[in-house]
């Protein structure tokens, strides 16, 4: 095992580049997501100061021109040219202002007659604002709320001529020209804020005052001039924590507002600390130069390694399901080089699958990159490949003709379904473990009703609408639920020959009774919630096989056309790659700390797992438990690497368990508390919700769930994949041949007993 002493030093201050990663990330979500609204809001302030004058203007021209001659008279044009230019300026820069059009031309005209006004007509410390904040857009533009901005997305391919010019002289202006406004505008409020408060000492001490209030908003600034307005005046400055000083300024105008007699320039002085507390300070400012000095003292802040991985132990995880992300995250921060294997690209979040499969959701909606979620984490890197075997005697994983080394080697390879024996059961009861699996039953399930629609053969139809479950776990009852309701309310309107409620839904279990893990009062409640739904329900019944045209349980056939499995599971072959020791579902035993026994440097955990670990009973196959599990497996590794001591036995936390039967009906066990119906139904819901990986998703989910709830409808019943109308062609002329014996056993009207697990 490498020496990871030399890597150590920059973990010591790991917080650090953390803390100031997360802290640029909310203040860049800060700035993206209010920056655009404030600047908004305040060209609508500035615009409906213009317009109102050009307005009054333009209604009495009499007194525009007096104005023009007399107030403020510009010596190279006739006060009714004056007259006309300014009244032009204030009602069409206005407007082109407000809407974010032409933004730079129109804030350019604004500001200058707004200086016009200050140093021709009167001095006003709201002018000077006028004009400042004014060139802040004639510098930076309209921002994202503009028509400005619309434009250009096909300005800048199209042909009109000097479009593309102009789009690069604007980017450059923001780019050259921003820092240096930046810096001039914390210096003028600075010092005017300095300014009014010496001038106020001047004032008390020896009767005279500093008149600057030509230049500066002094005037205004003496109301809230205190020993912190000087202190936050001194850093906006220099530039040094601005965005702090900004916003403290920003409060003790507001505060003066309140309480004082209040200034006419109060608001604008609430726009400018407002711009900079949402900008920053600009790269010309003490705080460029400390997150330069920051991304050069830590590189992962430039989005370079801080470190030579080659350095550092190898810690490799197989399958990027809830355990291995979960530690796979656990040790972004760790002295170690991680590698996490899967054959797909993806996280998937497996307990919606059945969603999927019933067109509640889309796959996007529960998967998520596994690449995007460690692109900040340099000590992170992906590989998408398929592992094929482990050669624990060098120290290697197998993976697509490739050799990945490792010193700590984490297997969270999930399972696959288990039909007890019967592979030739799989095709024709496929289960839900993939998005590929999902895609398939949807397909399966949306198929069967759009061949029941142009079927004549009553005994076809009767096995297209019926179908069947096998297995009562939370996966089935979820599935169960799912169909009924789609078929009871979903589509109830969508075809013509057929009524979609009266399709059969069959849930078989071989065990006495649904949801064997929960109390036995939520397992009744589930089968009368189910029972209510229109399922029947089948107990203690046996699968005794399955084809292509239904399934024979306790000696009677039930003519089912889509036949779904759910009733068990099996691990993948890690305990072959290892030729370690496993349980008959091919899980690994594995130690206290979760390591293979034999192998200390090697851990399972999830499904993959045999751990003893709940009160001395296996951990139960459950998403919380691969994440405790990855969680744990991370802590002893970092134990290692760093020296410390090793934590204490892994120990399965159980938190309850959950099962959705259909709207506003689940189970919930906790235990000491069991719930049932709407609550648990709701609590079902957030806990899911939180379970999700990706904010997109989470949303995603909750507005498609919404959507669902209000309209009773889902937006992806969508047949993709399996041959579509020439297989079904083939399939009704295959069901006509075979229509005679179909009516023998099919049994369309009856109530057949139903297959169970063996």
């Known amino acids: 095992m490498k020496n990871p002493h030399a890597a150590k030093l920059s973990y010591r201050l790991a917080w650090l580049p953390g803390l100031v990663n997360l802290s640029v990330v909310a203040l860049r979500f800060l700035e993206r997501s209010a920056g655009p609204l404030v600047e908004l809001l305040i060209r609508l302030a500035l615009a409906q100061a213009f317009f109102v004058s050009g307005v009054l203007k333009a209604g009495n021209w009499d007194n525009a021109l007096y104005l023009a001659a007399n107030e403020y008279p510009v010596s190279w044009l006739d006060p009714a040219s004056a007259a006309w230019l300014g009244v032009l300026i204030e009602l069409a820069g206005s407007v082109l202002f407000a809407a974010g059009l032409a933004t730079r031309l129109a804030a350019l005209a604004l500001a200058v007659l707004a200086l016009v006004i200050q140093y021709s007509y009167q001095s006003l410390d709201t002018h000077l604002f006028w004009a400042a904040l004014l060139f802040w857009f004639v510098v930076r533009g309209a921002g994202a709320l503009s028509l400005d901005r619309l434009l250009a997305h096909g300005?800048?391919?199209?042909?009109?001529?000097?479009?593309?010019?102009?789009?690069?002289?604007?980017?450059?202006?923001?780019?050259?020209?921003?820092?240096?406004?930046?810096?001039?505008?914390?210096?003028?409020?600075?010092?005017?804020?300095?300014?009014?408060?010496?001038?106020?000492?001047?004032?008390?001490?020896?009767?005279?005052?500093?008149?600057?209030?030509?230049?500066?908003?002094?005037?205004?600034?003496?109301?809230?001039?205190?020993?912190?307005?000087?202190?936050?005046?001194?850093?906006?400055?220099?530039?040094?924590?601005?965005?702090?000083?900004?916003?403290?300024?920003?409060?003790?105008?507001?505060?003066?507002?309140?309480?004082?007699?209040?200034?006419e320039a109060y608001p604008y002085w609430f726009m400018a600390l407002a711009l900079l507390t949402l900008s920053g300070a600009g790269p010309l400012s003490l705080d460029a130069l400390v997150e330069r000095v920051l991304r050069r003292r830590f590189p992962q802040l430039a989005g370079q390694p801080a470190f030579a991985l080659d350095s550092l132990p190898r810690v490799v995880i197989v399958g990027a399901g809830f355990g291995g992300l979960t530690c796979a995250a656990a040790l972004t921060r760790a002295p170690v080089a991680v590698t996490v294997i899967d054959r797909h690209n993806y996280h998937l979040f497996q307990p919606l699958l059945y969603q999927v499969a019933t067109s509640g959701l889309s796959p996007g909606d529960i998967a998520t990159p596994v690449r995007g979620l460690f692109r900040e984490h340099f000590n992170v890197r992906v590989l998408f490949g398929e592992v094929s075997g482990v050669d624990h005697v060098r120290q290697e994983v197998l993976m697509d003709g490739q050799r990945v080394g490792y010193d700590y080697l984490v297997l969270a390879t999930g399972a696959a379904h288990s039909y007890f024996g019967r592979d030739d059961w799989a095709p024709h009861a496929p289960g839900l473990k993939r998005v590929e699996d999902a895609t398939e039953v949807r397909r399966r399930l949306l198929t069967a009703f759009e061949q029941a629609e142009v079927t004549d053969d009553p005994a076809e139809q009767a096995s297209l609408l019926t179908f069947l479950i096998v297995g009562g776990g939370p996966t089935g009852v979820e599935l169960a639920g799912a169909i009924a309701e789609l078929a009871k309310f979903g589509m109830e309107k969508d075809f013509r020959r057929f009524d979609p409620a009266a399709s059969r839904v069959i849930l078989v279990q071989s065990g006495p009774r649904l949801l064997p893990t929960f109390a036995e009062d939520l397992s009744q409640r589930t089968r009368q919630?189910?029972?209510?739904?229109?399922?029947?329900?089948?107990v203690e019944s046996r699968v005794e096989s399955i084809d292509d045209s239904g399934v024979m349980v306790n000696g009677k056939r039930i003519a089912a056309r889509t036949v779904l499995w759910a009733a068990g599971v099996v691990a993948s072959p890690a305990a072959a790659w290892l030729g370690a020791e496993a349980d008959a579902a091919g899980?690994?035993?594995?130690?206290?700390?979760?390591?293979?026994?034999?192998?200390?440097?090697?851990?399972?955990?999830?499904?993959?797992?045999?751990?003893?670990?709940?009160?001395?009973?296996?951990?139960?196959?459950?998403?919380?438990?691969?994440?405790?599990?990855?969680?744990?497996?991370?802590?002893?590794i970092r134990a290692r690497v760093e020296g410390r001591p090793a934590p204490s036995a892994f120990q399965y936390q159980h938190l309850g368990s959950l099962a959705t039967i259909g709207r506003k009906a689940a189970v919930a066990d906790f235990g000491f508390v069991k719930l049932h119906g709407g609550l648990a139904w709701w609590l079902w819901g957030a806990l899911h919700l939180g379970f999700l990986v990706g904010l997109r998703n989470r949303v995603s989910v909750m507005l498609d769930w919404f959507w669902a709830y209000l309209t009773y409808r889902s937006g992806t019943r969508l047949i993709t994949g399996g041959g579509g109308s020439q297989k079904t062609g083939q399939r009704h002329a295959a069901a006509r041949a075979r229509a005679a014996p179909m009516r023998a056993t099919a049994h369309p009207g009856g109530s057949a007993a139903r297959p169970a697990v063996p």
């Open 529 to 538: 919630a189910l029972e209510t739904l229109g399922v029947e329900v089948l």
């Open 155 to 263: 300005l800048a391919r199209t042909a009109v001529p000097f479009a593309a010019a102009a789009l690069r002289l604007c980017a450059g202006a923001t780019r050259w020209l921003a820092p240096l406004y930046s810096l001039l505008l914390r210096l003028w409020l600075a010092v005017a804020a300095v300014a009014a408060a010496v001038g106020f000492t001047i004032a008390a001490s020896s009767g005279g005052a500093i008149d600057v209030a030509a230049l500066l908003p002094v005037t205004s600034a003496a109301a809230f001039a205190s020993p912190l307005t000087l202190a936050c005046a001194a850093l906006l400055a220099l530039g040094c924590a601005s965005r702090p000083a900004a916003l403290l300024l920003m409060l003790a105008v507001s505060a003066e507002r309140m309480l004082g007699p209040g200034v």
């Open 587 to 636: 899980r690994v035993k594995v130690g206290p700390d979760l390591s293979v026994r034999g192998l200390p440097g090697v851990f399972a955990i999830g499904d993959t797992a045999l751990a003893n670990a709940w009160n001395g009973t296996p951990v139960p196959g459950l998403a919380p438990a691969a994440k405790q599990g990855g969680a744990y497996v991370a802590r002893v």
